[in-house]
């Protein structure tokens, strides 16, 4: 055994200081942790798409409508609550992601029941 008394400080334990952690929360804007939390389902659905680099190294079709429709989810919940600034190229992403679906699926959906669709309506090239 170690003749060291365990210590009681975050830095040194390695657990996460979560008070730290909550004020850090705390001073960021709503709008900004709804932006960031968008752009990183589109980012990720990117990549389930294929539209990386990589190409179909991580396809997931099932996984990219998933990311898709809660992208478009959580755009129309926060549509009112962040500026036309914020939410246009937002919305321009996600009709995007949703034509990339429609042209990466082997069988199409119907119009309007795409993901997301539910929420922006119909999308057409």
Same mark, same amino acid.
């Given at each position: ?27 960021? /804007? ?84 795409? /993901? ?10």
């Amino acid at each position: 055994m170690s003749e060291t008394p365990p210590s009681d400080t975050p830095a040194t334990s390695g657990d996460p200081d979560f008070d730290a952690m909550a004020r850090d929360i705390a001073e960021v /804007p709503a709008v900004e942790v709804i932006v960031t939390v968008a752009v990183n389902l589109m980012s990720a659905a990117a990549v389930k798409l294929g539209l990386t680099e990589e190409g179909d190294k991580f396809k997931d079709l099932d996984e990219a409508r998933k990311l898709v429709h809660a992208l478009a989810g959580l755009l129309d919940a926060s549509a009112t609550e962040i500026s036309s600034f914020h939410a246009a190229p937002l919305r321009d992403g996600l009709k995007s992601l949703q034509l990339a679906f429609r042209e990466a699926s082997l069988v199409p959906d119907e119009p309007g029941q795409g /993901p997301g669709e539910k929420y922006t309506g119909a999308v057409y090239g």
